[in-house]
């Protein structure tokens, strides 16, 4: 069982312009989308897609659009029934394929409600295999609740504690490194590698693989069992305690990036529950974000649409394709 928590989650929505944006205009939609969002409900999708047995944690009270899209979907969840609304997040396409994506702030949560979702998370996650903690945090939770709900989870389970991927940038994302419950994987993308190590600015790592290895390499130093670090259509790294490894897929018409880097986690959790080594764990990360990537929206591929034997892994030092790889 791989769960996953999205304490942000939202329902996003796709705008199709037939012309370039024109700020200050009124214009008029060519089509529109609609699909139940958030980085670890996506994962969540991607793994449902792909066979696994997975189940989503999510605040919401029972009608809420985004609950009612996953139920709708077949998508296994549990909310924690909060009153208000889940946000909606709003991606604009262009047709030479610009995306500009507004986020909402979501619902603040309580004191009460956020340790309530800890002892969900802790009790659901009983003889899981995987945790996924993933995306932003909403107003009301302190930026350190990733590492509260690592702590209580290994504390809870100990040796049967699941397997930790994280997901998630800024605050929240140094807080749960710095905050000594680090993760056996950590999914950055470039501008996040960048973020918690100093090394590269913006997303430039995407461009400087030597240096984002390396970026990747201390964050091992600091306690993180693996790095998978997706560089956009640079491919991406992984980079473990046995060895670092690249895979790139060929060119694809990308259609939405959106949700690109969530399909890619949950590919990787796919064969690394399926029993593959290392290589072939970030072979089908890249082949599911790709897959993503060429789907509208936030759509999450099916096995079938991925294509693993067109992704090219290099290993970047001697590789040892050991299972035990977290
Ligand atoms: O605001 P966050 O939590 O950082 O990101 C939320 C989000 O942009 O991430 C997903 C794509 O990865 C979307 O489903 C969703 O709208």
Redesign the pocket.
Known sequence: MIITL?A?P?L?RTIELAAPLARGAVQRATANRQ?S???G??VCRALSAGGADTLAILPGHDNDPVLVGLQAAGVPYRNLPIAAALRS?V?ITEPDGTTT?I?EP?PALNRQEADALIDLVVHLSDGARWLVL???LPPGLESDFYAAVVRAVRTRHGDRAPLIALD??EAALIAAIEGGAAPDLLKPNAEELSQLTGLGAGDSLEDEQELAVEAATRLLGRGVGAVLATLGSKGALLVTAEGAWHAQHPPITAIST?????SALAGYLLAHTGGAGAPDCLRQAVAHGSAAASLPG?TVPAMHQTTPDAVTVRALTPANTSPNHP
Not at 258 to 262: K, P, S
């Open positions: 999205t942000n939202s996003d699909e969002g958030g980085k409900v996506n997040n991606t994506k986020n979501g993933a995306g932003s998630a940038s959106v949700g690109a880097g969530d936030s």
